[in-house]
């Protein structure tokens, strides 16, 4: 079992920025892709970016991309979510998510953590 945390969101202006950060518990990171997720309100939830479980490659949703940079640390067992000049579109519940050897798109998510509110205002 892994365990997802994630933290760091939070109320942000238009053209600020956040990191997030998602830590886990329970095994190595070093072996899942990891990806993050968002879900507004009324919407189905989206991906925002994925990394491979090598760290070799990244994806990016076209809608962030340019503004956001995902890393990961494996010797901290977290992954982060740098996100600079948000938009009131960007405000949803964002989802970190592990993927068993995923390549980082597609990801088919073997575990969900509990999610972390960001809103930006305009």
């Known amino acids: 079992q892994v365990q997802l945390v994630e933290s760091g969101g939070g109320l942000v202006q238009a053209g600020g920025s956040l990191r997030l950060s998602c830590a886990a518990s329970g095994r190595a990171l070093s072996s899942y892709a990891m990806g993050w997720f968002r879900q507004a309100p009324g919407k189905e939830r989206e991906f925002v970016s994925g990394t491979s479980w090598r760290g070799a490659n990244t994806y990016y949703a076209d809608s962030v991309k340019d503004r956001f940079t995902m890393s990961r640390d494996n010797v901290q067992n977290t992954v982060y979510l740098q996100m600079n000049n948000l938009k009131p579109e960007d405000t949803a519940v964002y989802y970190c998510?592990?993927?068993?050897?995923?390549?980082?798109?597609?990801?088919?998510?073997?575990?969900w953590g509990r999610g972390n509110q960001v809103t930006v205002s305009s």
């Open positions: 998510a592990a993927d068993f050897l995923g390549t980082g798109r597609n990801l088919n998510v073997n575990y």
